[in-house]
């Protein structure tokens, strides 16, 4: 894209403003505005008007988990057909590791933050350990994918480099970008982070796949012939990817999908549930719970929404190309923006200025026909590192890990 088709693409959207200070900027950074503009969906932005803040819901049911006793029971036959996939290389991981150390007090990416006492101990290295556990039983590698942002990449992928990998074969790890998301104010307008620089976002949890289609790593999963993607949130220090038993149980069963799941803590528990909506497999975030749906019971006499997600899918290929295929919801999420001023200006909002654009994992799940919710033992593979203390910390992430026996 030149410099005039980018002024075209602007001025159908009415986003003119972006090229304000072009000619203030360098040769250099006219080039990666202009790839920018070339890049970005602006046709997002007209929701920005036309949106309302109230998501309408379907008929919210209970759909009952795959628990511990009958997995147990079924152990051996789960994880012959989960391992007899993974060695015909129809089965691969993909890690969502696009977020920033932010909240942890880091500056680098989350997937590197040291959780570590008294030697190192990464995130995405107890991650890739855990995966080579699996790589160890069943005699063979598995393709891993990681998912980086814009903000992330070359310090991602430079880290995995510099620590070898922790160990995985090089060969069998691919990279690829998020795709991001233009923020704007309320009027729709795009926000400009510097002179020549967009304000975006990545576009959400529900954009992995169309990012991998973009960036091409859907050309590597079609001659590779895998069959299966197990994806899952880097900020679980104790994720088990590309389980065998997990992975049998939704062969086995001829699920559409599966997901891993915790029994909750108490119903309020900030994490969402596991349900059918209007008949299909959903998800009803813990802000979405009704007091009818937190006094619900089952027929044991047991909360009837009682098994959180922790972010760690199997899906079909074939399904979620067809999930691509038909746009996902967008949900627009009101966010304070970091931007320049009409004076060129940096200002740091103190209050929520204007709107994000996001696709969540949640409604793929909803895309599909079927879904088995299978219960782990939290305590083995629960522990989210979302704040630096208290629930869901570094401090509560270390506490598990010494259960488990590892090393800090």
């Known amino acids: 894209m030149n410099y005039e088709e980018a002024k075209e693409k ?24 202009i790839t ?29 988990a795959m628990e511990i006793p009958e ?23 993909v890690v969502l590791a696009g977020g920033m150390g932010t909240r942890l007090g880091s500056d680098d990416p989350k997937c590197m933050y040291d ?37 992330n990449d070359t310090a991602t992928r430079n880290f995995l480099k510099e620590h070898d990998y922790f160990g995985y074969d090089p060969d069998y790890v691919w990279f690829f970008k998020q795709e991001m998301a233009p923020a704007c104010d309320y009027e729709g307008k ?29 050309d590597v999963i079609h001659e590779k012939g895998i069959e299966w993607l197990n994806a899952y949130s880097v900020d679980n220090v104790l994720q088990r990817m590309a389980d065998p038993v997990f992975i049998g149980a939704v062969l086995v069963t001829g699920r559409a999908c599966g997901g891993k799941v915790v029994k909750k803590v108490v119903p309020e528990e900030a994490v969402g549930a ?30 009837a929404y ?44 103190d209050k929520p200025n204007g709107y994000k654009f996001e696709t969540l994992i949640l409604d793929m799940i909803h895309e599909m026909s079927s879904c088995v919710p299978f219960e782990v033992v939290r305590e083995k593979e629960f522990a989210p590192i979302k704040n630096k203390t208290g629930v869901d910390s570094v401090e509560s992430a270390r506490e598990l890990c010494r259960l488990n026996g590892i090393e800090l």
């Open 10 to 33: 602007l001025a159908r959207y009415g986003q003119e403003h972006v090229l304000r200070y072009y000619d203030e900027l360098t040769d250099e950074e006219k080039a990666a505005l």
């Open 36 to 64: 920018q503009i070339d890049e970005t969906d602006f046709s997002l932005l007209h929701n920005a008007k036309d949106h309302s803040d109230a998501q309408v819901r379907g008929v919210i049911e209970p759909l009952g």
């Open 71 to 93: 997995i147990e029971a079924r152990r051996d036959e789960f994880e012959a057909a989960g391992l007899e996939a993974i060695r015909a290389g129809k089965v691969a991981a």
């Open 115 to 151: 959780i570590g006492i008294t030697h190192p101990v990464y995130i995405i290295e107890r991650q890739i350990r855990n995966l080579l556990d699996v790589v160890e039983k069943a005699g063979c590698m598995i393709p891993y994918f990681v998912m980086t942002s814009d903000k």
């Open 190 to 218: 795009v926000y400009m982070e510097e002179k020549g620089k967009i304000a975006t976002s990545p576009n959400g949890n529900g954009g992995w796949f169309a990012s991998m289609e973009r960036t091409g790593i859907l």
């Open 274 to 303: 596991m349900c059918l909506e209007d008949g299909r497999p959903s998800i009803v975030e813990y802000y979405d719970m009704t007091p009818e749906l937190l006094a619900a019971k089952d027929d044991r006499g047991e909360p």
């Open 306 to 349: 009682n098994f959180g997600v922790i972010l760690n899918y199997l899906f079909r290929v074939s399904d979620l190309e067809d999930v691509v295929k038909n746009r996902l919801p967008l949900h627009i999420v009101n966010k304070k923006i970091p931007y320049i001023d009409e004076n060129g200006e940096p200002v740091k909002p």
